[in-house]
T-cell receptor, first 116, second 113 residues
Framework: AQSVTQPDIHITVSEGASLELRCNYS??????LFWYVQSPGQGLQLLLK??????LVQGIKGFEAEFKRSQSSFNLRKPSVHWSDAAEYFC??????????????FGDGTTLTVKP | NAGVMQNPRHLVRRRGQEARLRCSPM?????VYWYRQLPEEGLKFMVY????????ESGMPKERFSAEFPKEGPSILRIQQVVRGDSAAYFC???????????FGQGTRLTVV
């Protein structure tokens, strides 16, 4: 069965510092890969996605992620964090074997706190 | 183009009552997914529907839970005889095709008292 691991439950960074959120997955093939952000009491907003092609993916709000097949990882990065980035971040894997991108397995999330 | 609309946003039910959660997908989207998020956890897939058909219900609890997506109207997630453990946020997502990403609604937060 597929699984997603986000090793860091909580990360604190200073405003303006760089950020990397880790995501490792287990899947029998190359999956669809997603990063979502969730603010308290809100729904999920898609930051970026990987389906195929270039392994470095650019997203909204200045985020990027790199798919590394050899490490089964899809880490999220941002060069300079803003206070408004404080939220919970979820990595997710969608099914490719039946091209079902909408059926995803989510990690447990990483809560980002931004210090002024 | 309005996003995925879920209502109500908040729902309080007493133990033993029924909860009905509605989801109107984005215009042109015929694929609907329901997820449940327990406190301090990630989202867990429940069910995948297309118009009038349940495609994958592998994440649905065996009892008390049902889902439908009729030809006309919103998708409905129904929970009968709710228990405290059903308290969670329930999210709906929709997509135009199965091989594209799904867009999420704001969720319905169910509290069972």
């Amino acid at each position: 069965a597929q699984s997603v691991t986000q090793p860091d439950i909580h990360i604190t960074v200073s405003e303006g510092a760089s950020l990397e959120l880790r995501c490792n997955y287990s899947y029998g093939a190359t999956p669809y890969l997603f990063w979502y952000v969730q603010s308290p009491g809100q729904g999920l907003q898609l930051l970026l996605k990987y389906f195929s092609g270039d392994t470095l993916v650019q997203g909204i709000k200045g985020f990027e992620a790199e798919f590394k097949r050899s490490q089964s990882s899809f880490n999220l990065r941002k060069p300079s964090v803003h206070w408004s980035d404080a939220a919970e971040y979820f990595c997710a894997v969608g099914e490719t074997y039946n091209t079902n991108a909408g059926k995803s397995t989510f990690g447990d999330g990483t809560t980002l706190t931004v210090k002024p | 183009n309005a996003g995925v609309m879920q209502n109500p946003r908040h729902l309080v039910r007493r133990r033993g009552q029924e909860a009905r959660l509605r989801c109107s997908p984005m215009k042109g989207h015929s694929h609907v997914y329901w997820y449940r998020q327990l406190p301090e956890e990630g989202l867990k897939f429940m069910v995948y529907l297309q118009k009038e058909n349940i495609i994958d219900e592998s994440g649905m609890p065996k009892e008390r839970f049902s889902a439908e997506f009729p030809k006309e109207g919103p998708s409905i997630l129904r929970i009968q005889q709710v228990v405290r453990g059903d308290s969670a946020a329930y999210f709906c997502a929709s997509s135009p095709q199965s091989n594209t990403e799904a867009f999420f609604g704001q969720g319905t937060r169910l509290t069972v008292v």
